[in-house]
């Protein structure tokens, strides 16, 4: 019946097209961890990508672009044009990492109105159904799991050489180094539905940490270390994505696409590790703070777009705040696509700019409220808005950008109706949020549902105030972690399994021993020696013994429908602490 929906809904969008107007194709490509500093056309003497250096040239730019400080956040913004506040997904774990239950994103759109949608790379909005890239609009998706290849969520032992990746949720081993499978699973896709429209997402892990590249990229920057760069592997990754950049260019022309694909490059938050903890060494534009700083270096990124048959092309500047909430209705617009009725966008349809149909300034505040925490973002600490040249950070810091790029000056004393009107706006923005269901409920995995027989979760995303562990070097040293807390939702009455693990399936091993070691990794194995598991859920608290042997400890539990949470833990003397890897279906249904 979903099936028979999409098309017939793809049938009416597409009557108001022309029989031989083809609508525009439309790639983004977004990096992860590269800042606003770290291409050579933005004025960088030392990095090596004259590729997007030429898009660059041939782009519209729009150079007061703003995300979040971090990637889950803008990943989620993206996606569904509202603000992470606003979608559930503020954080990059503790629960806050997926998207919320009945999201409506950039893919189900383009799916509706007819395109053919695929995602290569780095999701990180869920791992589970109801959010996983094929469940909100990816008729193909390659991707690794939660934030980063080879972390413990993701499949054990990748370690961006030749790893295993999901292709529609099943693991798949793939040759080569995790960029170029990116870039080239893309134009494989590319080339088998190129005859109707496609939007494709290739959202590459690189250059986020660890920073792993042949050589080949880095020996180039190895003699500028600790003078005039930080780290060459991360310069040498960028260089591989600026490499594979090019062969998709080149693929696009050879295959007559490029000049009637909307084409964008763009990174999701400021630099990781471009500029030294103290700015001294890295070139950052001009620009104060990295990922996760409320400073501009933290969130305002580059946005290069280029359509040539639209006439969004030829080398200029768009200098209005923008942000990464406008990339959806904007893109709506442009392709003509339908948009359900009731769909809530945060932002501004920015094409008439893009176009240059109208003026370059917008009237409009741009909020970056997230926070690394289970908890609801602060309405006003480690908060900006934006506002024309304005930048308020924690609701009484005021600078100037124009005039103060390194935002040393604060200006608050001097224009308190500047910060006024900026808290104001704030105020209100936030009286409509803290209605949503997104902002007050937890997004959930769903479990008996034909959907997923099996969901896996990992301490990674588990609710609680410990700092999180999410590497699976932590899970190997057996780095004891407190979060314990997972919301689910149960689709159907029934009676369902729950094994709690030490080790992964894909790795399995005893809880009190260790597995075969991977050849791939490098890691330290230790044990752990937790004599029972407690889980507790729906109204029930149940425990059991480990025994030596055990991979896992099965409890089966009856549970109703609707939402609850489930709180695991190994128990050690008077010790406990979270379970890494948690199994759960359905059994039998009643």
């Not at 189900?108 to 995602?119: A, D, K, M, R, S």
């Not at 986020?208 to 310069?235: R, T, W």
């Not at 630099?271 to 060494?281: F, K, L, Q, V």
Request: negative net charge; proline residues 5%; aromatic residues 12%.
């Amino acid at each position: 019946m979903k099936n028979l929906i999409i098309l017939l809904f793809s049938f009416v969008c597409l009557l108001g097209i022309s029989q031989n107007e083809k609508p525009p194709n439309v790639i983004l490509v977004l990096t992860d961890d590269q800042g606003i500093g770290e291409i050579g056309a933005h004025g960088n003497s030392y990095i090596q990508t004259p590729n997007i250096d030429k898009f660059y040239q041939q782009s519209v730019r729009l150079t007061d672009f703003h995300v979040n400080p971090v990637c889950t956040p803008t990943r989620a913004a993206i996606m569904t044009g509202r603000y992470p506040i606003n979608n559930g997904a503020w954080a990059t774990y503790k629960g806050r990492d997926a998207l919320s239950d009945g999201a409506f994103t950039m893919a189900q759109l383009f799916q509706q109105n007819g395109y053919e949608t695929g995602v290569f790379g780095k999701w990180h909005l869920g791992d589970n159904y109801p959010s996983r890239p094929t469940d909100l609009g990816f008729d193909v998706a390659i991707h690794h799991k939660a934030g980063g290849v080879g972390e413990l969520s993701d499949y054990w032992g990748n370690n961006y050489f030749n790893d295993t990746y999901y292709v529609n949720n099943e693991p798949k081993q793939f040759e080569g180094y995790c960029t170029d499978v990116w870039f080239g699973e893309a134009m494989k896709f590319i080339a088998t539905n190129q005859e109707k429209p496609f939007f494709v997402y290739l959202p590459t892990n690189a250059p986020h940490s660890p920073f792993y590249v042949d050589e080949k990229y880095a020996e180039p920057y190895q003699h500028l270390k600790g003078k005039e760069i930080v780290n060459p592997e991360f310069y040498g990754m960028i260089t591989n994505i600026d490499e594979n950049f090019g062969k998709l260019e080149k693929f696009l022309k050879k295959q007559k696409l490029a000049d009637d694909t909307i084409l964008i490059f763009m990174t999701d938050n400021g630099t990781s590790d471009g500029i030294s903890p103290d700015g001294r060494i890295g070139y950052n534009m001009g620009l104060r703070g990295k990922k996760n700083d409320r400073t501009d270096g933290g969130h305002r990124v580059p946005f290069f777009i280029r359509w040539k048959d639209g006439k969004i092309n030829g080398g200029w500047d768009i200098n209005a705040v923008t942000a990464h909430v406008d990339l959806l209705p904007t893109l709506a617009s442009l392709c003509n696509l339908q948009i359900p009725e009731k769909t809530k966008f945060d932002g501004l349809d920015i094409s008439p700019l893009l176009l240059k149909k109208s003026e370059s300034q917008i009237n409009r505040s741009v909020f970056v409220h997230s926070r690394q925490d289970w908890r609801t973002p602060f309405d006003v600490e480690n908060t900006v808005i934006i506002k024309e040249n304005w930048r308020l950070i924690n609701g009484n810091e005021l600078y100037d950008i124009e005039k103060d790029r390194m935002q040393l000056n604060n200006l608050a004393e001097e224009h308190p109706e500047i910060v006024k009107l900026l808290l104001n706006s704030n105020r209100e923005f936030l009286i409509k949020t803290k209605t949503n269901q997104e902002y007050n409920q937890f997004p959930t995995a769903i479990i008996g549902t034909p959907n997923q027989d099996e969901i896996k979760l990992t301490i990674q995303h588990a609710i609680g105030d410990d700092l999180p562990i999410w590497k699976s070097e932590q899970v190997a040293e057996g780095k004891i972690n407190k979060n314990n807390t997972h919301a689910l939702q149960v689709e159907k009455d029934g009676l369902y399994k729950i094994a709690c693990r030490r080790w992964p399936k894909e790795n399995s091993g005893a809880i009190l021993g260790i597995p075969n070691q991977n050849p791939k990794n490098w890691f330290t194995y230790k044990t752990i020696s937790p004599s029972k598991v407690r889980i507790q859920i729906a109204n029930q608290i149940l425990e059991k013994e480990i025994k030596l042997d055990d991979d896992e400890v099965v409890f089966e539990v009856f549970l109703e429908k609707g939402k609850t949470f489930l709180l695991n833990d190994f128990i050690e003397g008077n010790e406990t602490y979270g379970v890494y890897y948690t199994y759960i279906s359905l059994v039998e249904d009643m």
